[in-house]
């Protein structure tokens, strides 16, 4: 039984990008299940890879320059990687669809909105032209776009960005998909068009029972929308927990990085945390953690200087990759350490 | 009702008083005007010398038409802005190359707004250039001390803007707006298109040279959070129009209009103590081509009666001396 709530699940996908200056590792090793019904987020800052983790769902990595080099992904209880192109057209907007960031961009600028949801409509429904439209209008009217019928004859540039993003979404559900990925759905809008947008999506995923993959770098639409998190830092998952117990307390230090940087109402501080440095480039990643020469505990630590940290569960439900972290190294491991470099770890360890 | 909020310059670097800036609307062959965009619809506010005055709003609110007519790249309608006793609109010559030296702007965009084809040291020193004759090795002197300020460091002098990231490129654009040692910078969304761990680094950037060159600030944004932490006092734009102001500490304890609170609530919290209830908005922000009459909130708002669809409020203070100003008529609703 188990097995057919995990609508998606991904194990130790990797995928590269063949460039000039050499091979990018953008995704390395990402395992994650998202069950039935449930909003699971992707959350990091750009260049970490969380993209790409949702195109290769979908299997729109360009390749080349792009390949999927190890992993699989199961989808409703087929390895995707395995169909033909085919077969894999039939799954793309009817089980699994996407709306993107940039909402004007992503529909065609020539035809009505409405065209648009009726051709994604008898593309996988067996439906006349004259239903796919009425069916069309219907959902235009159930993501809440006012007076469907004339609204659908309208062309995109005569909405606005709240609107357009109602109808990639209106056309993203019309084939009811089991899956939904959402790709930073409101970072072009207002906060409250942001907050519209994420109540109909929620009431969307109540109504269809459908999944929601939702990529974003804002950690306040994580916390309110999401039920489990899945935090990356430079091509790796760096912690993986739900959302609740991750907000209440956050173990690796990029997240607690990340948290401790926002800006929270009615609080006033002189200054903000920050967390140093910036973004490392796929090309020039650093060796061992990813995260060791902006981590503000692990910066002498020399496993962490030369050892990249697996994800690990320490905690039921809680996994993470940090060898600081309480509970995450081995008593063998630490024992080795202490024979290579001495105490020193002993030292740093006892900061926490 | 408006003297209240637009005193003399006496005790203010910048005082903006009845602004308006409306864009033609033209239609037909003989491109006859057929009506106004009310981009920025009657604004006033000052700014104290080394004090940060945030505009926040949606987009389409006005708050970067104000910010450009400030600077007088946008010409405006009617008002007076004065900038150190300097009547800004009617500048010209030498005293508005003099203006162009004490206001600088740090855009939004940190792509956009750098020239491809410059190196950093020639974006940076252009202004320089331009105003003061610097030339030579006292040039290339300004130019790394200026790189080093904002956490660069000389040696990038000569790369071009392609080889940075984003925030790199925002401390550029920080570089060159103080290159002039300005007295105002405006800050148009200087943080909204970088990554939530970079933001906050430029925005501690910006506090630290304000508190060493004494720089003032116009701070455009639409984050209240940004706002909150960076500014001193807080004008909340709707339509054009300035619907709520007040010290920052005052707007976010009691904020009075129904728009303000609106926004407050929209912002996702991280915290769950924090979550509030969300007061939802119906509908979308009006065309300013065709504002609503009364009060320009009026058609989203959970308040609204008669009066509201007729009458177009004023920016009132609360309580006198207080410093709270707010344009609704239902304001007792809220106060407590």
């Known amino acids: 039984m188990s097995f057919n709530d995990k609508l998606v699940t991904i194990q130790g996908l990797s995928v590269e990008f063949y460039t000039e200056e050499g091979i990018a590792r953008v995704v390395q090793d990402v395992s994650f299940n998202i069950e039935r019904g449930q909003c699971y987020a992707l959350v990091g800052e750009s260049g970490c890879g969380k993209s790409v983790t949702a195109l290769s769902i979908m299997r729109l990595i360009p390749d080349p320059p792009g390949r999927v080099t190890a992993g699989t992904v199961y989808f409703n209880g087929r390895d995707i990687y395995k169909l033909s192109e085919k077969q894999m057209r039939r799954i793309r907007g ?60 309208e062309y995109p540039h005569q909405m606005s960005g709240g609107m357009r993003q109602r109808v990639m979404i209106a056309m993203a559900m019309s084939c009811r998909p089991d899956l939904l990925i959402a790709d930073e759905p409101t970072t072009a809008l207002d906060v409250t068009t942001q907050a519209q947008i994420l109540d109909l999506l929620d009431s969307v995923k109540d109504q ?96 962490c200087k030369s050892c990249e940290p697996m994800l690990r569960e ?39 | 009702m408006k003297e209240n909020t637009a005193k003399t310059t ?45 505009l926040v709003g949606e987009s389409g609110c006005g708050k970067t038409t104000a910010a450009r007519t ?23 010559g030498q005293q508005l190359k003099g203006l162009r030296r004490d206001i600088s702007i740090i855009f939004q965009d940190p792509y956009g707004s750098l020239n491809p084809r410059m190196t950093i040291g020639n974006i940076v020193g252009e202004a320089i250039k331009v105003h003061k004759g610097i030339r030579g090795s006292e040039l290339i002197d300004r130019i790394d001390m200026l790189l080093e300020k904002v956490g660069l460091g000389g ?66 944004a639409h984050d209240l959070a940004v706002v909150e932490f960076f500014c001193d006092e807080v004008a909340v734009m709707y339509l054009g129009h300035i619907v709520e102001k007040a010290c920052a500490e005052e707007l976010y304890r009691n904020p009075l209009h129904p728009y303000t609170r609106t926004l407050m609530s929209a912002i996702p919290q991280v ?66």
């Open chain 1, 94 to 153: 009817k089980e699994v669809s996407m709306i993107f960031q940039e909402p004007m961009t992503s529909l065609n600028p020539v035809y009505t909105v409405g065209d648009q949801v009726v051709e994604a409509i008898m593309l996988h429904q067996k439906k006349s032209y004259d239903q796919a439209w009425v069916d069309a209008a219907e959902m235009l009217r159930k993501v809440g776009i006012a007076d469907p019928e004339q609204r659908a004859g």
């Open chain 1, 208 to 303: 269809t029972n459908t999944s929601i993959l939702l990529i974003t770098h804002d950690l306040g639409v994580v916390a309110e929308r999401a039920d489990k998190v899945a935090v990356m830092y430079a091509s790796r998952i760096v912690e993986k927990a739900d959302s609740d117990d991750l907000f209440a307390e956050p173990l690796h230090p990029y997240t607690r990085g990340l948290l401790d940087s926002l800006p929270k109402l009615s609080q006033r501080p002189k200054r903000l945390v920050t967390i140093p440095g910036m973004v490392p480039e796929p090309l020039s990643f650093p060796s061992g953690c990813k995260f060791h020469p902006r981590c503000p505990l692990g910066s002498d630590d020399e496993r």
């Open chain 1, 314 to 352: 320490i905690n039921p439900g809680r996994e993470v990759a940090c060898w600081l972290v309480k509970g995450y190294e081995s008593e063998q491991e630490r024992k080795e350490y202490e024979r290579k470099y001495g105490k020193n770890h002993e030292r740093i360890s006892a900061q926490r």
């Open chain 2, 10 to 54: 006496n005790g203010y670097l910048l005082s903006v008083d009845r602004l308006r800036t409306y864009f033609p609307v033209k239609r037909g062959l003989l491109r006859r005007t057929v009506g106004h965009i009310k981009a920025v619809d009657d604004i006033s506010f000052a700014i104290e010398p080394g004090k940060t005055l945030g």
């Open chain 2, 70 to 92: 400030i600077v007088r790249l946008v010409p405006a309608t009617s008002g007076k802005i004065s900038f150190e006793g300097v009547d800004v609109l009617a500048a010209k």
């Open chain 2, 155 to 220: 040696s990038y002098r000569n790369r071009y803007p392609h080889e940075f990231s984003g925030g790199q490129r925002q401390r550029i654009g920080v570089a060159r707006a103080l290159a002039l040692d300005p007295k105002l910078v405006i800050c148009d969304e200087p943080v909204s298109a970088l990554d939530v761990s970079i933001q906050s680094q430029i925005l501690n950037l910006l506090k630290d040279l304000q508190g060493e060159f004494g720089l003032t600030y116009l701070f455009i």
């Open chain 2, 271 to 336: 915290e769950l103590k924090r979550r509030q209830q969300r007061i939802g908005l119906v509908g979308e922000v009006p065309s300013p081509s065709n504002v609503p009459a009364g009060c320009p909130f009026h058609p989203r708002c959970s308040l609204c009666d008669e009066r509201c669809m007729q009458e177009s409020p004023a920016l009132n203070e609360v309580s006198k001396g207080d410093g709270h100003f707010v344009s609704c008529w239902k304001q007792d609703e809220f106060s407590d």
